[in-house]
């Protein structure tokens, strides 16, 4: 595993700003992320023979795995509202939230910030995984949430 020190550069608000492209972000870790990239080293390589594909993060490469090399016996995650299935259960819950949520989920805040517990998000995405389990579902889709998720 090669180290990399990695400097950061704040603007006059506290933001973070990449000295390579400019692009600016309000966290530390997105930027360390960010920055990251324009090392071209990823440590987390798919020892599939034959694939080799890198990512950048450890999560990328486990839901590369589950998605491009499934074993026989992998899980797969079907949702309780309809037919849709998933092998990662994170984009199941995310489904849920977005295709069920109607009604119960408020829409994808503007500011980034759940309008439940105002903890904030950087993608909607990261919200509606929130949101499934930050408000009540209705009985009928909590009972199945509560067997799938």
């Not at 993608?123 to 408000?135: E, G, L, M, R």
């Amino acid at each position: 595993m090669v180290t990399i020190k990695l400097s950061y550069v704040k603007n006059e608000d506290g933001h973070f700003v990449c000295p390579e492209c400019n692009v600016v972000k309000t966290r530390q870790n997105t930027m360390h992320y960010h920055m990251k990239k324009h090392t071209g080293i990823y440590e987390h390589v798919c020892e599939v023979p034959g694939c080799g594909k890198e990512f950048l993060h450890k999560s990328g490469l486990q839901q590369h795995t589950i998605q491009a090399h499934p074993t026989a016996d992998a899980t797969v995650w079907s949702c309780p509202c309809c037919p849709h299935t998933s092998k990662m259960k994170a984009n199941l819950v995310i489904h849920i939230g977005r295709k069920h949520g109607s009604g119960w989920i408020p829409d994808a805040p503007d500011d980034g910030h759940c309008t439940g517990c105002k903890k904030s998000f950087s993608s909607v995405t990261a919200y509606y995984y929130h949101a499934v389990k930050c408000f009540t579902a209705p009985p009928d889709i909590a009972k199945c949430l509560s067997e799938q998720v």
